[in-house]
């Protein structure tokens, strides 16, 4: 692994080393990469990006994590520093990889409008990782563009209780946090009774969502990786056993399918155009007949070693980005 500036603080764990990095002049990089604050370890795709994008465009890269950064106005522009104090000039393109679902709207989302305003293209563009951010808003957007979703209820401040008992809530369901990852807080419900017992143990943190059952497509979907306008990758992921879940986080089993459903793969890519999304990874379910319905859509996709596409077309995206070639450095 590359241990020049741009990946040392992504590795550097003690304190000694990271405070002497972060004094260290700042070249100006064109190209950046954003995760998460340590220790969070980043996807094991990210960091393929992250080789590729440095390989790519060379001392022109660069890669930051949320936290190594201090952000102000400074005599009427925005500005950026290190926190040692040393000035970090505007990228012309920052890739995001940090999970919408855990970015704090006071915190990371503040740092993605200020690089924007600074005049920064971002991939993906800030209001697309917040319309992916809520799973309810996600299919609000999707259903005005007359993408087919399963039918669902949500609400704002209504007692679960209440909810349960509304006439338009059916089960069985699909129960989801408006917030939430790599199939975490997800499980069917296979009647209200079932729901009414597990009601106290829910999380109310957030509102839950309540979606139709697509038994077509109980324990497999389909991922596919749409990157500006074009899909690169697909496969269909299916659960072991019988569970409900078909996330590769929960030991799901991946097959590669590229090209072998094109309805798809057009649904999944008019999805991305409906959310702003340059990069998506759009999760469909089997309906009947060679029918489709979207499950969800991700602003951070995770993809395999074996997706080789894809990495290719995000490079090629960051390079029509940033316009006329120039020397890498």
């Known amino acids: 692994m590359v241990r020049a500036l741009t990946f040392g603080l992504l590795a550097a764990t003690d304190r000694e080393t990271r405070s002497q990095m972060e004094h260290m002049t700042v070249q100006e990089a064109d190209v950046w990469l954003l995760v998460r604050e340590h220790p969070t370890v980043p996807l094991a795709s990210t960091l393929r990006l992250a080789q590729a994008l440095k390989d790519a465009h060379g001392s022109r890269f660069a890669l930051w994590r949320t936290d190594e950064l201090v952000l102000g106005v400074r005599d009427g522009r925005l500005v950026l520093y290190t926190l040692g104090g040393a000035e970090v000039p505007a990228p012309k393109v920052v890739c995001v990889r940090q999970m919408p679902s855990s970015m704090h709207e006071a915190r990371e989302v503040t740092l993605l409008r200020h690089l924007e305003r600074m005049g920064a293209t971002m991939l993906n563009p800030v209001d697309a990782h917040l319309a992916c951010r809520n799973k309810f808003q996600q299919l609000q957007a999707l259903a005005l ?53 597990v009601q106290g143990n829910l999380s ?16 497999r979907d389909l991922r596919v990786v749409v990157v500006d306008g074009k899909p690169v990758a697909a496969q269909i992921r299916t659960s072991r056993g019988d569970t409900l879940k078909s996330n590769l986080a929960k030991g799901g ?23 702003g999304l340059a990069v998506a990874g759009v999760d469909l379910l089997f309906g009947p007949d060679d029918t489709f319905v979207i499950c969800e859509v991700n602003a951070v996709p995770g993809w395999r070693p074996e997706m080789t596409d894809v990495i290719p077309a995000i490079t090629a995206q960051i390079a029509r980005a940033l316009g006329p070639s120039r020397d890498s450095g």
Do not use: I
Request: hydrophobic share 40%; net charge negative; aromatic share 8%.
């Open 145 to 197: 563009a007359g993408l087919p979703v399963p039918d669902t209820l949500s609400y704002a401040n209504a007692p679960l209780e209440g909810v349960l008992h509304s006439p338009h809530f059916e089960a069985p369901c699909v129960v989801k946090s408006v917030w939430g990852s790599k199939g975490r807080e997800v499980f069917l419900a296979s009647d209200k009774r079932m729901l009414h017992d």
């Open 204 to 219: 109310q943190q957030v509102p839950l969502l309540f979606q139709d059952y697509v038994h077509h497509s109980h324990g």
């Open 253 to 275: 089993q991946a097959t590669l399918c590229a090209g072998h459903y094109p309805r798809a793969e057009e649904l999944a890519v008019r999805a991305a155009q409906a959310l």
